[in-house]
């Protein structure tokens, strides 16, 4: 599964612009398990155009510096949309020192070992070039290439370098690939209503460094319920993988994103599923710099992974709560899990 920064379209049809151009520099914050806080700066030109919405192309260029490890990465995005038509093409591609993931081995059941030995850092290049179908402004079907390579730094005396999984070694990928979006919340100050679905899947052949074919499948909702003043979040997803797949396209769970309380990455597998419901619970307004409104939350996670179809030990679980704050149509937040390790996590904007 691939990250190629998901696209984000105006709601709504009243006044999209049909004429000029326009330019910036995008400043970026983020964070890598391999680079630590990742800071990120670059342009974006925009032109505008009749009958193209909501622009006729717009391209953007993002360097990244990751603060802890000082690696770099560049990242370019494109895209342009064709005149009175649904149609639009897009490109995403980058090449970075930041990507990593981890290793415990493969399982449900893994032990923890020290994370200098867990820890596997990546060059990689990325092309995504794709053709995209928008249904609405809020749902769109893509279909392209993935062209991927990778060089892998394996600790040693790490479970990677004992087991030398595929993808161990330098390894290069070409595929194709097809992703749905579907967006169709409704967002206000703090509050959320509807839902969102994200499912792709990627097919490689035998050609490159692999031997075998192999493939991957994934898709993550989420819902949103109001519940008068209270929302609650649910948020589901998985993955699955197929054939002679290497080590970086495994379902992983575990992190911020799919398991709260457990490491990144920290179970490994052929098949994930993970799931968490949210009550976020608005309490007052105050001031934090600016006037916004202060509230609670409080969530449970649960994940795990098969291998081969197998999947020893039981569902792994993680709770906490914390404290989010909204004004001015942001928010942000910070909460505390307890899984099989306690973990902090801050967030710009809600959890998920």
């Not at 070039?129 to 062209?147: H, K, M, N, Q």
């Amino acid at each position: 599964m691939h990250d190629s920064g998901d696209f984000i379209e105006d709601k709504t049809s009243a006044g999209i612009r049909d004429w000029g151009g326009g330019s910036g520099w995008m400043p970026f914050t983020g964070y890598r398990e391999s680079g630590g806080v990742v800071l990120g700066l670059g342009p974006t030109v925009t032109d505008y155009g009749f009958r193209r919405r909501p622009y006729a192309w717009q391209a953007g260029v993002r360097a990244m510096v990751g603060t802890r490890s000082g690696e770099f990465g560049i990242r370019l995005t494109a895209d342009r949309y064709l005149e009175n038509s649904p149609w639009s093409v897009a490109l995403f591609a980058h090449v970075t020192q930041l990507e990593s993931n981890r290793f415990y081995g493969y399982g449900n059941d893994t032990e923890l070992v020290d994370p200098s030995l867990s820890l596997i850092e990546r060059g990689e290049l990325l092309v995504l070039p794709s053709l995209r179908y928008s249904f609405s402004t809020t749902s769109a079907l893509a279909f392209g290439a993935v062209i991927m390579y990778v060089k892998p730094e394996i600790p040693t005396g790490s479970l990677a370098a004992v087991d030398q999984p595929l993808g161990s070694e330098p390894f290069g990928q070409v595929g194709v690939r097809a992703d749905l979006t579907v967006d169709k919340t409704t967002i206000m100050a703090e509050r959320q209503s509807g839902f969102v679905l994200q499912a792709g899947v990627a097919e490689y052949p035998a050609v490159w460094d692999a031997d075998e074919p192999f493939g991957e499948a994934h898709a993550l909702a989420r819902l949103f319920i109001p519940l008068g003043w209270p929302t609650l979040a649910l948020r589901a997803g998985g993955q699955r993988s197929w054939g002679d797949f290497p080590l970086h396209e495994s379902a992983f769970i575990g992190g911020r994103w799919s398991l709260r309380g457990f490491r990144w990455n920290r179970f490994t597998g052929d098949t994930s599923a993970f799931g968490a419901a949210e009550l976020r619970v608005p309490l007052v307004r105050m001031t934090l710099l600016t006037r916004g409104q202060l509230g609670v939350i409080g969530f449970a996670d649960a994940g795990r992974v098969w291998l081969d179809g197998n999947s020893a030990g039981d569902w792994h679980t993680g709770a906490g709560g914390g404290l989010w704050f909204g004004s001015l149509g942001q928010q942000v937040s910070v909460t505390y899990a307890k899984g099989d390790e306690h973990r902090i996590y801050f967030y710009y904007g809600m959890p998920f």
